[in-house]
């Protein structure tokens, strides 16, 4: 295996499929965006790529997963906040979804994170657009 070297710069962004297999979308338009740096899963590797959350005005981006196999997560911009909006982590903050593990991401400003998963990526439960009083009240 020889070492990579990969322009980001030159990947295009592609829209997050959900769960039922089609682009996440809020009112017709794509709010989250992936670039696949690396998928070395069929040799025994992980999967690593960057993920763009675009949560429109006023409202949240929501991810309900279950880690499959140990997820690292490195906020690069933006940030994660709790259900009412207030910003919790910021770039720079790292987070480990152990496999097995249920996990939850909030954001309420555009936010790119790194990620690296050991083997498979997470199963999506859930990936949507939510208002922000909703997700507070608990909705």
């Known amino acids: 295996m020889k070492a990579a070297k990969i322009p980001t710069d030159q990947i295009e962004w592609q829209a997050v499929v959900g769960p039922d297999g089609q682009p996440v979308r809020h009112d ?4 989250a965006f992936i670039k696949v740096l690396s998928d070395r899963r069929g040799n ?26 140990d997820e690292h997560v490195f906020l690069l911009e933006g940030g994660y906040c709790n259900k009412a909006g207030e ?5 720079g903050a ?4 152990v496999e097995g593990s249920p996990h ?3 954001c309420a400003i555009e936010t790119v994170g790194y990620v690296v998963c050991r083997g498979e990526p997470d199963e ?16």
């Open 87 to 91: 910003l919790i982590a910021a770039p």
């Open 124 to 139: 999506i439960r859930g990936f949507d657009v939510v208002p922000i009083e909703a997700a507070a009240a608990g909705r």
């Open 104 to 106: 939850s991401a909030f």
């Open 44 to 69: 025994g590797g992980g999967y690593a790529y960057l993920l763009r959350l675009v949560p429109p005005p006023g409202r949240l981006v929501r991810i309900i997963a279950v880690a499959r196999s």
């Open 28 to 31: 017709g338009n794509p709010f």
């Open 94 to 97: 790292y987070g480990l979804n």
